[in-house]
T-cell receptor, first 115, second 110 residues
């Protein structure tokens, strides 16, 4: 068990470009979450999956954001037409529902800087 | 009123001190209470998890929950410089979203 893995760890992109982040959850974990964290704030919920089904999306998740988990294992978060306000750390977390479903385990995060 | 209130600090204490970190919450649906530790530019790491009022101890850490007052605390005994980090309180109700406080930045001075 190597924990939640996120790639890339850092991404600098120009405004208007598209970026994609990948998350590999802890093996056997059926729930996967995406959060966003800006400096001085706690993580804010974006969306979560149970297996391949996306069960909830935050209103924070604008139309430029899309997340997928096609085979119920890894997930991708794509941001289209990036804006400077998208600069943040994007955190992925996973849990195994129901046994440990009330606690989520985070990866190291993917830092996005939009210039 | 915010769902979760947490003093951002920073809080500076000498090595060996007892640290008290606190959060208040307003959502009565919260049933599960967690504390995460986050080092600079790293992901949050789960420290403590509890679902009932009272105390839970794990080594130097004690989590305390008072549901009647909607107040949770984390105590760190014999604080060490390696405890310097941001501490996030987190809450979860019957639905699946975990709600976080903004975090308290702690510095333990050697």
């Amino acid at each position: 068990d190597t924990g939640v893995s996120q790639n890339p760890r850092h991404k600098i992109t120009k405004r208007g470009q598209n970026v994609t982040f990948r998350c590999d959850p802890i093996s056997e974990h059926n729930r996967l979450y995406w959060y966003r964290q800006t400096l001085g704030q706690g993580p804010e919920f974006l969306t979560y999956f149970q297996n391949e089904a996306q069960l909830e999306k935050s209103r924070l998740l604008s139309d430029r954001f899309s997340a997928e988990r096609p085979k119920g294992s890894f997930s991708t978060l794509e941001i289209q037409r990036t804006e400077q306000g998208d600069s943040a750390m994007y955190l992925c977390a996973s849990s195994f529902y129901p046994e440990t479903g009330n606690t989520i385990y985070f990866g190291e995060g993917s830092w996005l800087t939009v210039v | 009123q915010k769902e979760v209130e947490q003093d951002p600090g920073p809080l500076s204490v000498p090595e060996g001190a007892i640290v008290s970190l606190n959060c208040t919450y307003s959502n009565s649906a919260f049933q599960y209470f967690m504390w995460y530790r986050q080092y600079s530019r790293k992901g949050p790491e789960l420290l403590m998890y509890t679902y009932s009022s009272g105390n839970k101890e794990d080594g130097r850490f004690t989590a305390q929950v008072d549901k009647s007052s909607k107040y949770i605390s984390l105590f760190i005994r014999d604080s060490q410089p390696s405890d310097s980090a941001t501490y996030l309180c987190a809450f979860k109700g019957g639905y699946q979203k975990v709600t976080f406080g903004i975090g308290t930045k702690l510095q333990v001075i050697p």
